[in-house]
């Protein structure tokens, strides 16, 4: 009986490390994602324009990606932002155009027209970093102003994640996707494009993570209901 109590007090205490363990990796994870954002407070190395209108961050009309040889095309994008481009039920706010599509090696400059009373961006992730700090171009557009930038695309076919940064207005239907070339497939929640899915890795944390503390937390639990049952067989025996 003593051996099976130590087997389950082991047992127990690996279901508490394990959960541990979970919970410590979930925080370094923040921890990391709050010390890169401390370290960059004002955005250090982005080049940034300011006015009335809004802000332009990392536009690039001249230099090109190192797998450009030369620009194959220039092309221009006008994308409305509001309240009147939401897509759908649910939704509160939307671009005009939800897809964008372009050739490799393309100069793309878009206007942003913002049509509500409140800010709205259009920020692209994943260009090459050499040439765009943090892989990213982005406008915001002041209530009722327009702004406009440009950069080039790599010759890599890819799909790249476009969306408003401000406090859910990407839940809420700010989202779109550029393809350059025809992309590598389509990115989740996209209006109009792609399903919805509640599990969209861009809104939830690092799904592993919380298996990892899920199996922790039954583990444990387990472990306790069957530490307890061994408890009262040997009171049962005294």
Not at 5 to 34: C, P, Q, R, T
Not at 44 to 69: I, W
Not at 147 to 155: E, K, L, R, T, Y
Not at 203 to 210: A, F, G, S, T
Request: with cysteine; charged share 15%; proline share 3%.
């Amino acid at each position: 009986m003593n051996t099976r109590i130590a087997g389950w007090k082991g047992l127990g205490f690996a279901a508490l490390a394990l959960l541990l363990a979970g919970l410590a990796l979930a925080a370094e994870e923040a921890g990391d994602s709050h010390q890169a954002h401390a370290r960059n407070p004002g955005h250090d190395g982005h080049q940034m324009q300011f006015d009335r209108q809004g802000m332009v961050m990392n536009s690039n009309s001249t230099e090109l990606p190192l797998n450009c040889q030369q620009l194959t095309e220039d092309v221009h994008f006008t994308v409305y932002a509001g309240t009147a481009h939401a897509f759908s039920a649910g939704q509160v706010f939307g671009y005009s155009q939800h897809e964008f599509s372009v050739s490799p090696c393309s100069r793309v400059t878009v206007h942003l027209v913002n049509e509500d009373q409140v800010r709205h961006q259009w920020m692209l992730h994943g260009l090459p970093r050499y040439l765009y700090p943090q892989g990213m171009f982005h406008l915001e557009a002041a209530g009722g102003q327009t702004v406009m930038g440009s950069f080039i695309v790599p010759a890599d076919a890819a799909t790249y994640l476009v969306h408003c940064d401000i406090t859910q207005h990407m839940e809420k239907g700010m989202k779109a996707q550029l393809l350059v070339g025809k992309g590598n497939g389509n990115l989740w929640s996209i209006p109009g494009v792609s399903e919805n899915f509640l599990a969209d890795q861009e809104q939830l944390p690092d799904r592993w993570l919380l298996w990892l503390a899920m199996a922790g937390i039954l583990l444990l639990a387990v472990s306790l209901a069957r530490w307890r049952v061994l408890q009262r067989l040997l009171q049962t025996e005294k």
